[in-house]
């Protein structure tokens, strides 16, 4: 694929990212944990989706990774608020931990990569 670099791969397009949305993406081949990107503009944000807490899935329901007004990424297991800008959990059992980010690029085409191996 044109624009897909050595160790990469293609996430999705940022057409496909509603603009101050979530996303959730299965695991890569190999890979065990699934990821999550959110946008906000040309801002792309994209972590793994596992609490640091206990490991499990963030989302309650595909897609849906963010508190209702749309301003902190929420754990659906126990309630913890992780900040968008940087994955730091701002309160619950984890506070003070933080998401695992991922590398984003996004190209002048509008697609979205992160590293071939994110969320192994």
Do not use: W
């Amino acid at each position: 694929m044109e624009g897909l670099k050595a160790g990469e791969r293609l996430l999705c397009r940022l057409e496909e990212l509603p603009d101050g949305d979530s996303r959730g993406f299965p695991p890569a081949p190999g890979s065990f944990t699934g990821l999550f990107a959110i946008r906000q503009g040309d801002q792309v944000r994209v972590y793994v989706n596992s609490c640091p807490h206990i490991g499990v899935p963030l989302d309650p329901a595909p897609h849906r990774f963010l508190d209702a007004k749309k301003t902190v990424i929420i754990c659906s297991a126990h309630g913890a608020r992780f900040r968008i800008s940087d994955g730091e959990c701002i309160s619950g059992p984890c506070f003070g931990e933080a998401l695992e980010s991922v590398p984003v690029r996004v190209d002048a085409e509008g697609r979205v990569f992160v590293p071939a191996d994110a969320g192994a």
